[in-house]
């Protein structure tokens, strides 16, 4: 770069070139540097002549403009303003504490690992986790208790013995007393040990050292048979143990029993057994009361009976009364007498048994009262393996004295002042969830078909049919099914037709001809129809054949493999429950839930009757809607019903040629309905046609797989009423004169 008239290169520079001398700066001095200043400052500068640091931009480059913000004096420092204030101050507040608090997150947890445990006042809004792998009792109070802590009861007709309940102590003593009417004596097995057999009855024991529930259950060699079973658990001190003291066997007609001069040993708890095979269950034959000569207490503990309507005088059967008498005083009692309220019945050489014992460590449980306030609450929570039982001698839920907690369970418990309600968890449910715990019972559903319900059981659901179908009721009893359209037939298709073309009949004058329409093989509806008369190469013409009377019967549908309309056999009949009666007999299944059935033969008129419903069946037994059955064994039968009856032939009049012929025989106005089956009847009698009518006999049948069937039955069968049965059939399924059966509309 070229030197300039200021500008020059260094290597420029002339080597005697010598730097000019410093010289002082000209004007004032530079101020010294401020000290170390607060970050506020006061003064009384309005606030908006303060420096806002926010501009940057206006600061100016000296250290003696402070560069924080000054804090204004306040009110007091302003004459005027403090004068206002100072005017218009009327009190002073004085300022207070706030008040604590509480943590409502806190919830207290009182752990129990003990198979025993009472609900408590500081157990209010807390939880209680039981951790007891064996599971046990958790009381709800108020709670009573006696020596009889717990007692169930069981009976019935039938070939196996079960009763069960649950111990509220571990250390329970369990006694079980059984009566059978027939056969070997009742043996619970297991851990169950014998102390007494007589007359049919049985006594059975053991010392319990769980909470866990305890079921006596076994076959009864005899068979099917009525029974009565009492289940006793006794409050022990651990160590209990029975002696039987001897069997007093009553004959028939007994009013009472008498056990004078029995010895008992002093402190053991007596007991008195009264158990029957025969008794009259109608008016509860049981012991009305127990009087000794000492002056001990007999309390009952409990009372069964069933009938079986067997044995001398129907509405008899079998029946078992536990007595108890705590400290016994020892010794020989001079007088011990018991009274029935009923006595036995007569004829009968064995009927009863009263059975003695003593048991030593029985012991009176406490009890435990309720002093919990209305609004008290608490979680019960089982973490635990075994099953824990919530127990009160108040309502739970309104229905029972306890609730079960499973492994991984636990509830809710509200106490309102006289009973408990509770919120139970849903922890520890197994998959798929069942329908009484909310659930639908099904692990997967099946895409596009239908919910349906079916009580208690999974839910199931409908197969969605074809194209055009429509959902179709099958009845109150029975899932809706899609079927097609009613009215689908064509005026002049068939409803069936059959083949005649192998044999005659004999003469069919005084006989009623029947044919039986399937219903659910027809599966369309019709609204009239018309068959064909079809007559024997056999016939004997030319003349004019008159038909006296004709009717079609509606009938429920039936299976081909069952009895038909015939009747099916029973042989006993239980007690009616929730309004409803069991019988028992053989080739039930057949009958079919929905179906209208009528009941005879029974002894007691309460087990027959006409028009039940049929609520459900199996291959033993059906259960019908009758609300006044009473236990009995005997022979009976049970058979379809008449629904409907009309829509037959106002006439027919044929004039036939002889030998083979055929015509149509007029219009039925009976409406088909494929959810039923129906039977034709048509009647000749021997004195509107003067020759033998000889009608033509089949045995090709077509038309969709439904069978063309028939049968005949010797007389006028034609004037049935809804309620009635049909006849004896004879040769079904031969169909024979009815053929072509037609739409008309």
Known sequence: MPNSSYLMEEKNIPANLVPAPDTAPLGAPAPPAPNDMPQFFSGSMPPSLQHDVSFVGTEVGTPRIPKYSLMPFGNQ????????????????????????????????????????????????????????????????????????????????????????????????????????????????????????????????????????????????????????????????????????????????????FNASGTSFTAGKTGLIVFSADQVNTSSGTAISSITDSQG???????????????????????????????????????????????????????????????????VVPPSF??????????????????????????????????????????????????????????????SPISVPQG??????????????????????????????????????????????????????????????????SSDIRGLTVFAHLRGRKIMNACQSWSPRFVFGTSQTGPGTITMTRSVVYKMNQVDPGGNLFAPYTL????????????????????????SVVNIAGFTNSANNGTGFLVESCTTTTVTVNNSAGVVESHAATVQLSIIAAGGGLGSFVYVQPGGPSQTPAGHFNAPIDP?????????????????????????????????????TASGDFTTLTVGGVMPTFTGYPTATLMHQFQVVN
């Open 571 to 594: 042989s006993a009949a239980a007690n009616a429950s929730g309004g409803n009666t069991v019988y028992t007999g053989t080739n039930l299944q057949y009958l079919l839930p929905g």
């Open 439 to 504: 659930g639908t019972g099904q692990t997967s559903l099946t895409a596009h078909e239908l919910l349906v319900g079916e009580g208690t059981s999974s839910i199931a659901s409908v197969p969605t049919g074809t194209s055009g179908q429509i959902l179709t009721s099958n009845g109150s009893s029975l899932d809706p099914t899609f079927q097609d359209a009613a009215n689908k037939f064509t005026v002049g298709s068939n409803l069936l037709i059959g083949s005649f073309t192998v044999s005659d």
């Open 77 to 256: 420092s302003n004459p005027f303003t403090n004068a206002a204030i100072e005017s218009t101050a009327l009190k002073v507040v004085n300022t207070t504490s706030p008040a604590k608090q509480t943590d409502v997150e806190s919830i207290a947890t009182n752990p129990q690992s003990a198979g025993f445990y009472v609900v408590q006042l500081s157990d209010n809004d807390a939880i209680i986790p039981l951790s007891n792998n064996s599971g046990g009792t958790v009381v709800l109070p108020p709670l009573t208790r006696s020596v009889a802590d717990v007692v169930a009861t069981a009976q019935a007709v039938s070939s196996t013995v079960s009763v069960s309940a649950t111990p509220i102590g571990s250390s329970d003593f369990a006694m079980v007393f059984t009566q059978q009417s027939n056969g070997a004596y009742f043996n619970p097995g297991g851990s169950w040990l014998v102390t007494n057999t007589s007359a049919e009855a049985s006594a059975y024991y053991q010392q319990l050292s769980s909470t866990s529930p305890i079921t006596a259950t076994g076959s009864l060699a005899g068979g099917s048979q009525s029974w009565s079973s009492v289940l006793v658990l006794f409050a022990s001190n651990g160590t209990s143990s029975p002696t039987s003291l001897g069997n007093i066997v009553l004959n028939g007609a007994a009013t009472g």
């Open 675 to 711: 959810n039923f089956d129906y039977i034709v009847a048509v009647y000749f009698a021997v004195a509107d046609t003067p020759f033998a009518i000889i009608a033509g006999v089949a045995n090709t049948f077509a038309n969709d797989g439904n069978t063309l069937a028939g049968a």
């Open 296 to 362: 001990n207490v007999w309390q009952n503990a409990g009372h069964i009976a069933v009938g079986i309507g067997a044995g001398p005088g129907a509405g008899t059967g079998t029946a078992v009364d536990v007595w108890y008498a705590l400290n016994m005083k020892g010794g020989s009692i001079t007088t011990l007498t018991g009274n029935f309220n009923a006595p036995l019945p007569s004829g009968a050489s064995s009927d009863g048994n009263v059975a003695l014992f003593e048991v030593s460590g029985l």
């Open 369 to 430: 009262a309720n002093n919990l306030p209305a609004g008290f609450y608490t979680y019960i929570q089982n973490i635990g393996s075994g099953s824990f039982f919530a127990k009160s001698s108040a309502l739970i839920d309104g229905s029972s004295n306890f609730v079960t907690l499973g492994p991984s369970q636990g509830l809710i418990a509200v106490w309102n002042g006289t009973y408990w309600t509770t919120e139970r968890g849903t922890s520890g449910l197994s």
